[in-house]
């Protein structure tokens, strides 16, 4: 092997090997309940709250989900609300992965309502 191949070798594998980890982690196939779960209640419940009773963002209770479609919840978790503190999730959930969230959000959600 040529002598000047070794540092492009060595190149390419620091490139390589975390596309192969970050393939892994993204080839999970179906979403994940369990990590999907985790980050609503924790990641997104770090601003609409643990019990999604709000915070620096709005509650987020089942009955007021359903006045919006899976698809608009969607994409407001994937991208955002513009000019607002919700950030988008594209980078951390699939379209799958936002579409479970929001159905979690309209059929299974911790919190039902805020009226009791
Ligand atoms: C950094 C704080 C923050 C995080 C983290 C966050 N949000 Fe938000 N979210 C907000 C704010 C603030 C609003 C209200 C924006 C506005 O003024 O319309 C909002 C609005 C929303 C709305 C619209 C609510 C409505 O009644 O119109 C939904 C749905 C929502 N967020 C879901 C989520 C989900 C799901 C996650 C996690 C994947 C998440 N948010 C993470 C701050 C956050």
């Given at each position: 092997m040529p002598k000047r191949a070794l540092p492009l070798l060595l190149?390419?594998?620091?490139?390589?090997?975390?596309?192969?980890?970050?393939?892994?982690?993204?080839?999970?196939?179906?979403?994940?309940?369990?990590r999907l779960e985790a980050l609503l209640y924790q990641d997104c419940g770090s601003c609409h709250g643990m019990t999604l009773r709000g915070g620096l963002g709005p509650a987020l209770p089942q009955d007021r989900m359903q006045a919006l479609s899976p698809e608009a919840l969607t994409h407001i978790i994937r991208h955002g609300i513009p000019g607002t503190a919700m950030p988008g999730w594209e980078a951390l959930l699939s379209e799958e992965e936002a579409r479970w969230i929001a159905e979690h959000l309209q059929t299974d959600n911790r919190l039902k309502t805020l009226d009791d």
């Amino acid at each position: 092997m040529p002598k000047r191949a070794l540092p492009l070798l060595l190149l390419g594998l620091v490139w390589l090997l975390p596309q192969a980890a970050l393939a892994e982690s993204q080839d999970a196939g179906a979403p994940n309940p369990k990590r999907l779960e985790a980050l609503l209640y924790q990641d997104c419940g770090s601003c609409h709250g643990m019990t999604l009773r709000g915070g620096l963002g709005p509650a987020l209770p089942q009955d007021r989900m359903q006045a919006l479609s899976p698809e608009a919840l969607t994409h407001i978790i994937r991208h955002g609300i513009p000019g607002t503190a919700m950030p988008g999730w594209e980078a951390l959930l699939s379209e799958e992965e936002a579409r479970w969230i929001a159905e979690h959000l309209q059929t299974d959600n911790r919190l039902k309502t805020l009226d009791d």
